[in-house]
């Protein structure tokens, strides 16, 4: 996978898990005039986890994106560390990063 551009700061607005298909989806506002709209797709979810606790206040945007990076059996594993502490961590067979339609 390429690597992909740098996300801190940017606005995470939904995250949606298709049940039946095994798809998850996040959308992004990034700021970023060339790309104000990006997509995460997950295909194949194993796991998600989203805590939302709050430890460092409350916040929509991202500090860090680690990963995807490979996590056994042929899945990946993306962790999105928010700015309010809380970590987001999907494992998927395949992760896609693209432009909003």
């Known amino acids: 996978m ?7 700061d940017a606005t995470l607005e939904s ?15 990034t700021g970023d005039a060339a790309h104000p709209q ?3 797709v997950a295909s194949g979810v194993l796991r998600l986890r989203c805590d939302r606790q709050l430890p460092w206040g409350a916040s929509a945007s991202i500090n860090v994106v680690r990963g995807p990076t490979a996590a056994g059996d042929g899945a990946s594993v993306l ?6 502490g809380d970590v987001i961590l999907i494992e998927t067979g395949a992760f896609t990063l693209q432009d909003a339609k």
């Not at 390429?2 to 801190?8: G, I, K």
């Not at 995250?15 to 506002?29: D, F, N, P, T, Y």
């Not at 962790?79 to 309010?84: A, C, D, T």
Request: hydrophobic content about 40%.
């Open 15 to 29: 995250l949606e898990l298709h049940w039946s298909s095994g798809e998850a989806v996040m959308r992004i506002r």
């Open 38 to 40: 990006r997509v995460i």
């Open 2 to 8: 390429d690597r992909w551009p740098d996300l801190h």
């Open 79 to 84: 962790e999105i560390e928010m700015q309010s």
